[in-house]
């Protein structure tokens, strides 16, 4: 018999997060369990399979970390989101960073508000399904019109994408954390492309990076372009693109 609500698991060692998260939840009509620590959360695999998972990454005994890569390589069919408030040995981008490399397809800074969760959840679990596992792109470009074309058209791709008109506002925003990949404009005000290319690859080496640029007047975009690729840059696109073209080689450098 099909499942009539959608499954959640919360794992978390505080119980306080907990009932939190599953009366918020509940009330968006999810059926949530809780699990205290991950050993519990793991043997609740063996009655039924959630369809997602909410793990806390900090926790006694078997971490949120190793969870995640358990669950990921037994259960690959379950979604997984992971939350960090950080901690003084670890910080919060750090450890979400970790879990979007041990597999986790969503992660969300604490504390955060219920709607801020619900729409993470719906957003994972309506993208989970697609070919595209929900990997995130975050767009850097400060023509308002190109971040909302690429926007649209990757989240009908099933990417969950979100955009910025600037490198400074990027860098700042929590959205670098665990990003799959990033498409990034060369000639912007302030930081710019280059410096800004150069930034991720030394902090954040695993995001794949695409440039694009039409050049300047007074520049030529094909240098630009050679530039970037040398600072970082694992693809460069001239503009005007051909969207099929992005899409080719997103999926090239994601696997998809």
């Known amino acids: 018999m099909a499942k009539l609500r959608t499954s959640i698991l919360v794992v978390d060692d505080s119980s306080t997060v907990c009932k939190f998260i599953s009366s918020a939840l509940s009330k968006a009509d999810y059926q949530v369990t809780e699990a205290y620590d991950m050993e519990t959360a793991l043997s609740f695999f063996e009655v039924t ?10 926790m006694p005994g078997i971490g949120g970390l190793a ?12 979604a997984i989101v992971a939350m960090s408030a950080g901690t003084d040995s670890l910080a919060y981008q750090d450890a979400l960073a970790a879990a979007r490399t041990m597999g986790a397809d969503g992660v969300i800074k604490k504390p955060f508000k219920a709607d801020e969760l619900y729409t993470l959840v719906k957003k994972t679990l309506a993208q989970y399904a697609d070919k595209n596992k929900g990997k995130r792109i975050l767009v850097i470009d400060d023509s308002s019109t190109i971040c909302k074309l690429l926007t649209k058209k990757l989240n009908t791709s099933g990417y969950i994408s979100n955009a910025m008109t600037s490198m400074e506002e990027a860098l700042a925003s929590d959205d670098v954390v665990g990003l799959d990949l990033v498409i990034i404009d060369i000639f912007m005000p302030g930081l710019g492309g280059i410096a800004g290319i150069a930034h991720i690859r030394k902090n954040w080496p695993d995001i794949k990076i695409i440039a694009i640029s039409g050049g300047w007047e007074t520049k030529d975009g094909d240098d630009a372009l050679s530039a970037a690729k040398k600072i970082g840059a694992d693809a ?5 693109f051909d969207m099929a073209l992005l899409e080719t080689t997103i999926e090239q450098l994601l696997g998809t």
């Open 236 to 240: 460069a696109i001239k503009k005007p």
């Open 49 to 58: 399979l959630p369809d997602l998972v909410l793990t806390d990454i900090m």
């Open 67 to 78: 969870g995640i890569s358990i669950m990921r390589t037994q259960w690959p069919e379950t």
